[in-house]
């Protein structure tokens, strides 16, 4: 038998508990084949001397926003900016540069950064006349200029907002540009749907970088017609061309948003009548591309104090907003649930929490199913008394480690001393005996695992300040969320996350060990080249000739 590849002199992190190291590593087929002994005699078609470079499993981001992260590639990168006039000038500057255009868009602004969120009149004097967008770096807010609030009709005080949603005016009644939650769908909208051909270049963007940091696997979490998520109603096709013209790289799960979700007429004995045409759900799909969870959304988030808690903000007299009632959000899990659906409920607030383990409880009632593995997404603010019933559900929380590092000492602000011992849990849940995927929220914070890795182990902020200690966990820890439980999370703990035999030759060959070297100093970490089916899609150094 001649193999496809073998990988020889490498320090391989198997991540198999009955085999966990191993030096050379056979593939055929797309799959392993086996390692070390198990392939000793036999050749390929290729080999590959890792000179004792670490290999481990391709990394597994189980929420990111690849789309979103696509676009922003292609606009205004307001992340690193550190004053409104920064933001102003950069818009003034894309004006200068292309004067035809009659949008002027931009992300990932933090107003903590800025000193307060850019103001629709200085966007005005800024843009001359263009419509000008800016997405906040949580995507829960944006702020714009007047043509579109009067595109939108908002300038007016007799606008009405949605529910779930707010417009902020001065003392007079005139926008300031700021807009929040469901309120933003109007505005999003004017440029919605995006073209087929333009998110597919889009993905493309981010695959090829999702590739260079090792990824090998994502979800994304939302497509399809959404307010907050989502680029346009046949989001998927594009997802879909993605792969089959090759600008797709990653293998592909794909979160559905819950304002997709419509009446149906079933049988009465299929126990649902709402969901997706033809009975759509879960599980569909290929080893290339998958449908996967319905994302149903609960509150906003943190840095916005949007996030649905029990108690106010500090300094504010509010402690959030639902953005929809609980009723009918109990009422779509269960109908989502009896029809089949994995449940990606996302809640950042403590009351939020409470609300998603109660939807989750009583879909579970509603008809027992053998392991849902249903979810919380982000779970950043989890009391003690909510673990247990986490446990006892088996919801898997799905938190995003670099958070604490790029937004901490924004989120300790405004959650105060008290609250934050409960805050961006990660060893906790482990403690508890949860499974953690890794996860980004990507474009909110910077995607590259290794990055997320240091920053699960070193619970440090961008400031130097120690964030809630207690809830770092080892190197190896944060390497086995990236690969083992975020195949898990994602019920595809058979074939992904492991390097063993008849699993998917997913992997990635890194210039250092991750889990051996000082946690300052993961993050710097290289990738030598990531294999997605055995196959080289990043390979900088000329590793397969």
Same mark, same amino acid.
Do not use: M, P, Q
């Given at each position: 038998m001649k193999l496809d590849l073998i990988i020889k002199n490498a320090n391989i992190i198997t991540l198999d508990d009955q085999r966990p190291k191993a030096h050379s590593m056979g593939v055929w087929n797309e799959q392993i084949v086996g390692l070390?002994?198990?392939?000793?005699?036999l050749g390929a078609a290729r080999t590959i001397d890792a000179g004792g470079a670490t290999v481990t499993p391709g990394f597994y981001d189980v929420h990111n926003h690849m789309a979103a992260f696509g676009q922003q590639l292609q606009e205004i990168d307001a992340s690193g900016f550190t004053s409104c006039q920064?933001?102003?000038?950069?818009? %003034?500057?894309?004006v200068s540069r292309s004067p035809e255009e009659e949008w002027i868009t931009g992300s990932g602004y933090d107003q903590t950064m800025l000193g307060g969120h850019p103001e629709r009149t200085?966007?005005?004097?800024a843009a001359r006349g263009r419509k000008v967008v800016f997405i906040h770096r949580t995507s829960h807010m944006l702020v714009a200029s007047s043509p579109v609030f009067e595109a939108v009709g908002a300038m007016l005080t007799s606008y009405p907002?949605? %529910?779930g949603g707010f417009i902020e005016r001065d003392d007079g009644g005139r926008p300031t540009g700021l807009v929040a939650e469901q309120a933003m769908a109007p505005f999003r909208d004017l440029r919605k749907p995006f073209g087929e051909a333009a998110l597919v270049s889009a993905l493309g963007l981010a695959n090829d970088r999702y590739v260079a940091e090792g990824l090998t696997s994502v979800t994304e979490a939302g497509i399809g017609a959404s307010p907050i998520v989502g680029s346009s109603p046949v989001e998927f096709a594009a997802y879909q061309r993605g792969h089959d013209s090759g600008r797709i790289r990653v293998r592909t799960q794909l979160m559905v948003a819950m304002e997709n979700f419509h009446s149906l007429v079933a049988a009465p004995t299929d126990g649902y009548n709402l969901g997706l045409d033809l009975g759509i759900r879960t599980g569909l799909g290929n080893g290339k591309l998958s449908v996967g969870p319905v994302k149903i959304f609960t509150d906003g988030a943190l840095m916005s104090r949007t996030a649905s808690m029990t108690e106010n903000f500090c300094g504010h007299d509010h402690a959030g907003i639902m953005q929809f009632g609980f009723?009918?959000?109990?009422d779509l899990a269960v109908q989502a649930h009896r029809g089949g659906w994995q449940l990606a409920v996302h809640a950042i607030g403590d009351h939020a929490v409470d609300i998603a383990l109660d939807v989750i409880d009583a879909a579970s009632r509603s008809l027992k199913r053998e392991d849902p593995r249903h979810r919380i997404e982000h779970a950043s603010v989890v009391r003690p008394d909510q673990l247990e019933r986490f446990v006892r559900l088996g919801v898997i929380p799905s938190p995003q480690g670099r958070f604490v590092y790029e937004i901490g000492d924004g989120v300790a602000e405004v959650i105060g001393a008290d609250r934050l011992p409960w805050t961006y849990r990660h060893k906790s849940f482990l403690d508890a005996g949860l499974t953690v995927p890794g996860s980004s929220d990507r474009p909110v914070v910077k995607g590259a695992p290794l990055l997320a890795m240091q920053a699960m182990a070193e619970r440090m902020t961008v400031s130097g300040k120690q964030f809630s200690k207690h809830e770092a966990v080892s190197a190896f820890e944060a390497l086995k969320s990236y690969t083992v439980h975020s195949a898990y999370a994602s019920r595809?703990?058979?074939i992904k996350g492991r390097l063993m035999p008849r699993?998917?030759?997913d992997f990635v060959i890194l210039d250092q060990d991750p889990t051996a070297v000082p946690v300052a100093s993961i993050?710097?970490?290289?990738?030598v080249g990531t294999f997605v089916g055995g196959k080289a899609e990043y390979d900088p150094s000329g590793l397969m000739g």
């Open positions: 070390d002994g198990d392939i000793e005699g920064e933001l102003y000038d950069a818009v %003034a500057g894309a200085k966007l005005d004097n907002v949605a %529910a009723e009918e959000l109990r595809e703990e058979d699993f998917l030759a993050g710097s970490t290289n990738v």
